[in-house]
């Protein structure tokens, strides 16, 4: 049976829980850091910045929160550095779908994504908008897999290589067995006016990168990758419903680790605490405009998902040869 999202949120008792926790356990005793493997900018910098914003309001203002990003190696810089930290919950790291893609990706991380880290929460996620330019005679996702049967492939942009629009990608084509050609760029902001420019036929994107030229005509939204229908445009139909292929899910998110072994209690106290600033409606908005929606789970599930994450993307690897770019 599925939970219903509110009920994963945070409860009157479960809001005085990081005082309480922070008082009685010492916790923080010193500055934190949110650790981001990527640059500053984009969705994971801004939830790491909302965290260190929120987080000494929490924890009684005694000691600051600060964001250090680390970028580089598919974030393997930024997640190794924190792998390498003391087990107290002072270094947290907001990591994403990377996280997941990385451990079948790459044979010698310089951690171990499943006993390095301690899960605290999901914090965000999207689905990706499978769009086409305006000009394209292709009409919906059907029409995108016939005209890839009939030329015997299309050319599919991507953010890079095994970045989530890629996998969605061979994802797609591992399923509907039809040849679809990835093109990588070195980020969505170069593959964009690729696309725009109808040099290349498709490209899996994020919300908040794709839905403006939607809306304003330059791109036509063919299917969303998400298990449901997106809110902010709920005419577009998943990939599972538009192609018949049940269980087809690539989604982008943001989540939260520190170290593992750190203590229980401080595990509670954190998981609490970022239950609470999701729960905030100014941050659900902030987010919200963006096309993400805040997703926060217990730790368990979390750590399930991400498990799940990994098998299916490391079973996608394997079978679609990728190699790291």
Same mark, same amino acid.
């Given at each position: ?36 493997? +990527?640059?500053?900018? $984009? ?34 810089? $930024? ?37 390095? *880290? ?16 305006? &000009? ?16 015997? $492939?299309?050319?599919?942009? &991507? ?25 990588? *760029? ?27 030229? +939607? ?14 229908? &997106? ?21 982008? *998110? *943001? ?19 970022? +239950? ?50």
């Amino acid at each position: 049976m599925n939970t219903p999202r509110r009920a994963l949120l945070a409860t009157p008792a479960l809001l005085l829980a990081p005082r309480l926790a922070a008082a009685q356990g010492g916790f923080p005793s010193r500055q934190m850091a949110v650790v981001v493997g +990527v640059a500053p900018g $984009g969705t994971a910098d801004m939830a790491a910045r909302i965290l260190a914003q929120e987080f000494p309001r929490r924890f009684g203002d005694r000691y600051p929160v600060v964001v250090e990003n680390r970028p580089g190696a598919a974030t393997q810089i $930024g997640t190794a550095y924190v792998a390498r930290q003391p087990a107290d919950g002072h270094t947290l790291l907001v990591a994403g779908a990377p996280f997941a893609i990385n451990p079948g990706l790459f044979p010698n991380l310089p951690y171990d994504s499943a006993r390095d *880290f301690a899960p605290i929460t999901l914090l965000v996620r999207n689905g990706l908008f499978l769009v086409v330019p305006a &000009s394209s005679p292709v009409r919906d996702l059907n029409g995108l897999l016939a005209l890839a049967r009939a030329r015997n $492939g299309v050319n599919v942009a &991507s953010a890079g290589n095994a970045s989530m629009s890629h996998m969605a990608i061979e994802l797609l084509a591992s399923r509907s067995g039809v040849t679809l050609t990835h093109v990588p *760029f070195r980020g969505s902001g170069l593959a964009m006016p690729a696309l725009l420019g109808a040099q290349v036929d498709a490209m899996f994107e994020n919300p908040s990168t794709a839905l403006p030229h +939607v809306r304003e005509g330059r791109l036509r939204a063919l299917a969303f990758t998400g298990a449901e229908r &997106s809110p902010a445009m709920p005419d577009v139909p998943t990939v599972a419903e538009a192609a018949g292929l049940p269980g087809y899910l690539a989604l982008n *998110f *943001f989540g939260l680790w520190t170290r593992a072994g750190t203590p229980e209690p401080v595990l509670e106290t954190l998981h609490a605490a970022t +239950v609470e600033v999701l729960a905030k409606p100014e941050v659900i908005a902030r987010f919200t405009a963006d096309g993400v929606e805040t997703a926060p789970m217990p730790r368990a599930a979390f750590g399930e998902f991400v498990s799940e994450q990994m098998r299916v993307w490391a079973a996608v690897v394997r079978e679609r040869n990728i190699q790291p770019g």
